[in-house]
C-alpha cells in the first residue's frame, strides 16, 4: 500500500484555482509636493502582529504604558490553547 500525495508532494505542478482581485488604488485628499512626508496606517494591530505581517514595531516607552496613553499588549494564546484543551474532542474540533 502506498500512501497517496499531499499537495506539498506535487511542488511546482500544483496551481491553486484563484479568481483574479480587483486592484484597489487610493488617493489623497490634498495636494502631496515633492519631498513631502506620507503616512500609512495599518490599523490597530498589536507589535507581533506589526513585526510579522508588516516588519517593523511601534516604539512604546515603558512611560507610555504606565500613565495608559499607550496600553500594552495582551497575549493570549495560551489562555485560549488550554480553554480548547479542556474542552476535550469539541475543543479539537473548534481549535
Excluded at 512604546?60 to 476535550?88: A, H, T, W, Y
Aim: charged share 25%; with cysteine.
Amino acid at each position: 500500500m502506498q500512501p497517496l500525495r499531499s499537495d506539498a508532494d506535487l511542488g511546482n505542478r500544483y496551481k491553486p484555482i484563484r479568481k483574479p482581485r480587483p486592484l484597489t488604488c487610493g488617493t489623497c485628499n490634498e495636494i502631496v509636493r515633492k519631498g513631502e512626508e506620507l503616512y500609512l496606517t495599518y490599523g490597530t494591530h498589536p507589535n507581533h502582529t506589526l513585526l510579522a505581517e508588516y516588519g517593523f514595531i511601534n516604539d512604546v516607552s515603558e512611560e507610555d504604558i504606565i500613565c495608559g496613553r499607550c496600553p500594552g499588549e495582551v497575549k493570549v494564546e495560551d489562555m485560549v490553547k488550554n480553554l480548547f484543551q479542556s474542552r476535550g474532542a469539541l475543543g479539537t474540533w473548534m481549535k
